[in-house]
């Protein structure tokens, strides 16, 4: 085993091991024991959950990869595209308190797919759309996190 797989095999060891604690410290923490809410470890038990999974990917990948000494080419963001980002996040922050978490998210979704090469008018509606009300209605229904509905709040409620 050589630089990059060998790096790649002690960093899922050892997140495979934090990820265990971390499970065993959330095992330990107290519940509310309120109906029809989610318990305090509710987040902290997802967090374990992707943490083992990916750590588990990584060991694996680091074991039978046949690429991983050679490191992918990662393309240079120009510094318009950063501002292009910034400027549009800070447009959707102001925004989400008026329109609501899916039209803003929609319209967030539709410029950022637009800024990254997506010109095909109906994917960028159909994603930015199905996108916006799936995350909505799992953190509404799912996780019981209200989210504001905005201009939508009649149709969503």
Request: charged share 10%; aromatic share 14%.
């Amino acid at each position: 085993m050589t630089g990059m797989r060998k790096r790649n095999f002690v960093a899922g060891i050892i997140l495979l091991i934090l990820s265990l604690g971390y499970g065993i410290l959330t095992s330990l923490l107290p519940s509310r024991g309120i109906e029809n809410t989610t318990e305090p470890s509710f987040f902290p038990w997802i967090v374990t959950f992707c943490l083992f999974v990916l750590s588990g990917a990584l060991l694996i990948q680091s074991l039978w990869a046949e690429n991983s000494e050679k490191l992918p080419e990662i393309p240079e963001i120009p510094l318009t595209g950063i501002v292009k980002f910034i400027g549009t996040f800070v447009i959707y922050l102001a925004a989400l308190p008026h329109l609501g978490f899916i039209a803003a998210n929609t319209l967030f979704f539709a410029v950022l797919m637009f800024f990254y090469g997506e010109r095909r008018p109906h994917w960028i509606i159909l994603g930015s759309v199905i996108l916006s009300v799936l995350i909505f209605f799992l953190f509404r229904d799912v996780f019981q996190i209200i989210l504001p509905a905005g201009i939508l709040e009649r149709w969503v409620s």
